[in-house]
């Protein structure tokens, strides 16, 4: 595990009317649209920087994840959004653990058996939540949100993870330092 600062990656949302509501805590309202962890353990994070060694936080998925993604979209309503994990982030081989989290947009993608948005396939009963989706992050004012491929949003988590990765050989070599 290290930590970073900043990473795209994917997360599940449900769409219940003009709301963005957590699939696994369904009381947890997405609000304004940046998701802030708040530990429940008493006194152990400040919100928004989960520490190591607890649970808490805003989790989400790289490109290397779909199949724990997979685990969270089960109904229409759930659509995949793309976003920005920030404040303190903490990667683990199948994604993040961040202390805050903001959607920017959707991803076309809802399993790996149902048809993506497009004009050769048939409707299906998903589509309608991923415009909605698209609607509540205008009212958000996210700055033109789209709906991009599973393909484009991967490279992008890809590239990013590789750029990292040259930054972290980068400063090894400059200073020793290993990063964490």
């Not at 048809?115 to 991923?130: H, L, T, V």
């Not at 992008?156 to 964490?180: C, P, S, W």
């Amino acid at each position: 595990m290290s930590t970073i600062d900043g990473l795209m990656s994917m997360r599940v949302g449900t769409i219940d009317g003009d709301d963005i509501m957590s699939p696994s805590h369904g009381s947890f309202n997405w609000g304004d649209g940046i998701l802030t962890s708040k530990c429940e353990r008493s006194n152990h994070c400040e919100d928004a920087h989960p520490q190591p060694g607890c649970t808490c936080g805003i989790y989400s998925v790289l490109d290397n994840g779909l199949q724990e993604l997979k685990n969270y979209v089960y109904s229409p309503n759930h659509v995949v959004f793309v976003g920005w994990a920030f404040s303190t982030v903490n990667i683990y081989e199948w994604g993040l653990r961040s202390g805050q989290w903001v959607a920017v947009g959707v991803v076309n993608w809802h399993g790996f058996y149902d048809k993506p948005i497009g004009p050769d396939n048939k409707r299906e009963p998903w589509w309608d939540s991923a415009y909605s989706a698209l609607d509540i992050l205008r009212k958000r004012h996210v700055d033109n949100p789209k709906l991009y491929t599973l393909e484009s949003v991967s490279k992008a988590i890809q590239d990013q993870k590789h750029m990292y990765e040259e930054r972290d050989m980068a400063i090894n070599q400059l200073f020793g330092i290993a990063q964490l």
